[in-house]
């Protein structure tokens, strides 16, 4: 076995923080916020969130999103009130269809990692001008699913659960949050 770097996460405050940074009353800044929400509240990979569709996402009350993950995986995740909101909102802001993309750039193409990357990387700055003691590292679009996993295990939230949560195959994989 290798031993592992550091893991890179978010406290819930800088999460907190980092959410506030987008203006929702500009459209792409809404867009913003959604893609952001949702990839920490469903603590998807960002492969998962790029190819997402509208019709992936379920808010008749249930908040669950469908993710397509690793090895060509299905998982139901569910999502907060909050982060349904946003994505309501942002929905029907864009007039999107069942068959649409959920999140795409300027130009209506999908979202590369790099765009996603780009995105987040935006509000990171506009958060580290002040809270420059919460955003001292670099934070990537994985670090968002690295702090919802760290989150929930200091919430003292199942092993098992959050193994099914995050689409691993085996616990000793999610075991690796426990041990930080």
Same mark, same amino acid.
């Given at each position: 076995? @290798?031993?592992?770097?550091?893991?890179?996460?978010? #406290?819930?405050?800088?999460?907190?923080?980092?959410?506030?940074?987008?203006?929702?009353?500009?459209?792409?800044?809404?867009?913003?916020?959604?893609?952001?929400?949702?990839?920490?509240?469903?603590?998807?990979?960002?492969?998962?969130?790029?190819?997402?569709?509208?019709?992936?996402?379920?808010?008749?009350?249930?908040?669950?999103?469908?993710?397509?993950?690793?090895?060509?995986? @299905?998982?139901?995740?569910?999502? @907060?009130?909050?982060? $349904?909101?946003?994505?309501?909102?942002?929905?029907?802001?864009?007039?999107?269809?069942?068959?649409?993309?959920?999140?795409?750039?300027? #130009?209506?193409?999908?979202?590369?990692?790099?765009?996603?990357?780009?995105?987040l990387n935006k509000y990171v700055l506009? $958060?580290?001008?002040?809270?420059?003691?919460?955003?001292?590292?670099?934070?990537?679009?994985?670090?968002?699913?690295?702090?919802?996993?760290?989150?929930?295990?200091?919430?003292?939230?199942?092993?098992?659960?959050?193994?099914?949560?995050?689409?691993?195959?085996?616990? $000793?994989?999610?075991?690796?949050?426990?041990?930080?």
């Amino acid at each position: 076995k @290798t031993t592992h770097k550091p893991l890179n996460y978010l #406290s819930v405050e800088a999460t907190k923080i980092l959410m506030q940074q987008p203006n929702i009353q500009d459209k792409q800044e809404l867009r913003d916020l959604a893609l952001l929400a949702l990839l920490y509240d469903s603590a998807a990979r960002v492969s998962e969130i790029t190819n997402m569709k509208v019709a992936n996402v379920l808010l008749n009350g249930q908040n669950i999103v469908q993710l397509f993950g690793k090895g060509n995986k @299905t998982r139901f995740v569910p999502i @907060t009130k909050e982060v $349904a909101g946003i994505l309501r909102n942002y929905i029907t802001t864009f007039n999107l269809q069942n068959d649409d993309l959920l999140f795409f750039n300027k #130009s209506y193409y999908k979202l590369t990692r790099k765009g996603v990357t780009y995105i987040l990387n935006k509000y990171v700055l506009r $958060a580290r001008t002040s809270h420059q003691d919460l955003f001292n590292k670099k934070i990537t679009p994985h670090c968002l699913r690295h702090s919802k996993a760290m989150h929930m295990v200091e919430n003292n939230v199942n092993l098992i659960h959050i193994r099914d949560f995050l689409g691993h195959v085996s616990v $000793a994989t999610t075991e690796y949050y426990a041990n930080r």
